[in-house]
C-alpha cells in the first residue's frame, strides 16, 4: 500500500534505479547474456575437472564472495522506512531553511532505526540506546538529523567514542556478549567514567528496551543552532513524539522476544507500514536565544545534559509519517549514509565537542562502509540539483556533462568574488581562547541530571531500574568492577545502590553523599583514589 502522496520527488528519482526483474525475466549474466545452465558447472567430461572457461561459473561464485560489505562500526542492526515531512508551525524569522518555515511543502523523508552495540544479525529488543536517524531531502539538499530515543550521552567529548565503544562492544578476546551492556568491560567503563553518570539512567531504563520503533521518542540530542537572513543566531535541540505515544516492553518479554522473534522490532515496521498503519511523529523544538546562552546551570554544549521541558518547552512544529517501505533492503537501507553535517543554509552546529567528532566520523566511516562515492547511491542523492567539483574515484556512477572540476572556470555559475547568494553560511561565532585541552567549568557536574530522571521516575519504573542493575551488574566477573559501579550508582541516589546491591555478594555500598556535585567527593568515592579527568 503506497500512499499516494509518495508520488513525491525521492521515489520518482528512486524508480529510475529499480530493476524490474520477474519471474518471466530470463536468467542473463551480469552483462545481458542469456543463460541456459546455471547449475551444472562447465566441465570436461561428465566426472572430469571443471573448467575455468565457464564464464558464468566464475561470475556466480566470484559476485558472491564479494557480497559482503563491512557493517557499520556502530549500529549495525537496523530497519528503514521512507515518508514524509510536513512542517505546519513555521520558524519564520529564526531560520531561512525552507523545511522550517515553508508550510507548504511536503518534504520526502527517510529515517532508520538501529540498536547500538550488536552486529547486523543481533537481536532488536536487547538492552541498548535506539538509533533515530532521520533524513529530509528538502529543495535545499539532504538535512539529516542523526539522533537516538534518549535526549543525551554517555560522553561529552567525540575523542572518547572509540574508548566507549570499545567498552561497550563485546569483549575482545571471547567476543561475548554479542549485543548486550551486561559484562565486565562495559561496566568499568562506565563505572569509572563520570560522563556516563547521566545516560546511564536512561540505559537502564525502560527507554532502553523499546516497545517497537512506532512507539519510541527521538532526539537530535546536540545544540544545533538556527540561521536567519541576517545571520542571527538561535539555538535549537530536537525532539520527535511519537502519535502512538512512549511505551516500553518489560524486561521478561524483551528476553524471550530476543529468542522467539529477534526481528520483532523490524517486523512491526514493515507490518505496520503493509498494514496503511503509518507511524507518525511530531518534529519539536527547544528554543533558546543566543543571549540565553549561560542561563543555564549546564552547558549547551555538553550532550550529557538535556534542557529540562519546565525552562524551556517543546513546541511541536511539524508531521513526520513514514508509509513506504524499501523495495531492497541492502540498496536502500544498508547503504544509507546519514551524517550530521548534511545540514542546509540557514542552520548551523555549535561548537560541542561530541558533534564535532561526529561530523568528521560518520563521512570518514563511510569512505570505507561504501566507498567515496557513496553519495551517488540513490538512496544518499539529494532530490534536488547537484554539483560539485569532485571527480573520478571507484564507483563513480554518473557521466558528468560539464567540462570542468575545478573552480573558477569559463563556465562557472559560482562568482568568484563574492559567495553564491542563498549559499550556506556558517555563524560568525566570535571565538577566542588559548588551545589547550579543557572543557569549560560546567562540563564537570555529572550527578544533578541522573538524579532528576531517577526522581521523575514513577515507582514502578523504579523498580525496573532497580532490576535492571542487578541483572546487568550480576553478570560481571569481576568484584572491583562491580564495586565501581555501585559507587557511582550511590551518587545518584543511596537507596538505589542499597537496592542494587541486594543481589550482588562482596560489594559494599558506601555511605551516602551529601554533596552529589561536589567532585573531589565524588572522585574519592568513585574510584578510591584523587583522579584528574
Ligand atoms: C552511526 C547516533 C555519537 C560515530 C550512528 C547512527 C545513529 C547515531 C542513529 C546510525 C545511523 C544509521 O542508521 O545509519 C549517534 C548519536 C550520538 C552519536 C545520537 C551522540 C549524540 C557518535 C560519535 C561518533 C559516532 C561521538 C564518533 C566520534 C558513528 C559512526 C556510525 C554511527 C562511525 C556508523 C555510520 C555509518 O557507518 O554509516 N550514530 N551517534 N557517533 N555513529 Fe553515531
Known sequence: IVNSTVGDAKKRQMDGFTLEQNDKTPLTSYFG???????????????????????????????????????????????????????????????????????????????????????????????????????????????????????????????????????????????????????????????????????????????????????????????????????????????????????????????????????????????????????????????????????????????????PEDLVPVKNIGTLTLNRNPIDYFAEVEQVAFCTQHIVPGMDFTSDPLLAGRNFSYQDTQISRLGVNFGDIPVNRPVCPFMTNQRDGQNTMFSKTNRTAYHPNRFDALPTTEPAKGGFRSYPEVVAGIKERLHGPKFNEFVSQAQLFYNSMSEPEKKHIISAYQFELSKCYETQVQQTALNRINLIDHDLALAVAESLKDVTVPDAVPNHGNKSAFLSQVTGKSQTF
Open 33 to 307: 547474456t542469456k543463460i541456459a545452465e546455471t547449475d551444472i558447472a562447465l566441465r570436461a567430461g561428465a566426472r572430469g575437472p571443471t573448467v575455468l572457461e565457464d564464464f558464468h561459473n566464475r561470475e556466480k561464485i566470484s559476485h558472491f564472495d564479494h557480497e559482503r560489505i563491512p557493517e557499520r562500526v556502530v549500529h549495525a542492526r537496523g530497519a528503514g522506512a521512507f515518508g514524509e515531512f510536513k512542517l505546519h508551525t513555521p520558524l519564520t524569522g529564526l531560520t531561512t531553511a525552507k523545511i522550517l518555515t515553508d508550510t507548504s511543502k511536503t518534504t520526502p523523508a527517510y529515517v532508520r532505526f538501529s540498536t547500538v552495540g550488536g552486529s547486523r544479525g543481533s537481536a532488536d529488543s536487547v538492552r541498548d540506546p535506539r538509533g533515530f536517524a532521520a533524513r529530509f531531502y528538502t529543495d535545499e539538499g539532504n538535512w539529516d538529523l542523526v539522533g537516538n530515543n534518549m535526549p543525551v550521552f554517555f560522553i561529552q567529548d567525540a575523542i572518547k567514542f572509540p574508548d566507549l565503544i570499545h567498552a561497550v562492544k563485546p569483549e575482545p578476546h571471547n567476543e561475548i556478549p554479542q549485543a548486550q551492556t551486561a559484562h565486565d568491560n562495559a561496566w568499568d567503563f562506565m563505572g569509572l567514567h563520570p560522563q556516563s553518570t547521566h545516560m546511564q539512567q536512561w540505559a537502564m531504563s525502560d527507554r532502553a528496551i523499546p516497545r517497537s520503533f512506532r512507539h519510541m521518542q527521538g532526539f537530535g540530542v546536540h545544540t544545533f543552532r538556527l540561521l536567519d537572513s541576517e545571520g542571527k543566531s538561535t539555538f535549537v535541540k530536537y525532539h520527535w513524539t511519537p502519535h502512538l505515544g512512549t511505551h516500553s516492553l518489560v524486561w521478561d518479554e524483551a528476553l524471550k522476544l530476543a529468542g522467539q522473534d529477534p526481528d520483532f522490532h523490524r517486523r512491526d515496521l514493515w507490518d505496520a507500514i503493509e498494514a496503511g498503519a503509518y507511524p507518525k511523529w511530531e518534529l519539536g523544538v527547544q528554543l533558546v536565544k543566543e543571549e540565553d546562552e549561560h542561563k543555564f546551570d549546564f552547558d549547551l554544549l555538553d550532550s550529557t545534559k538535556l534542557i
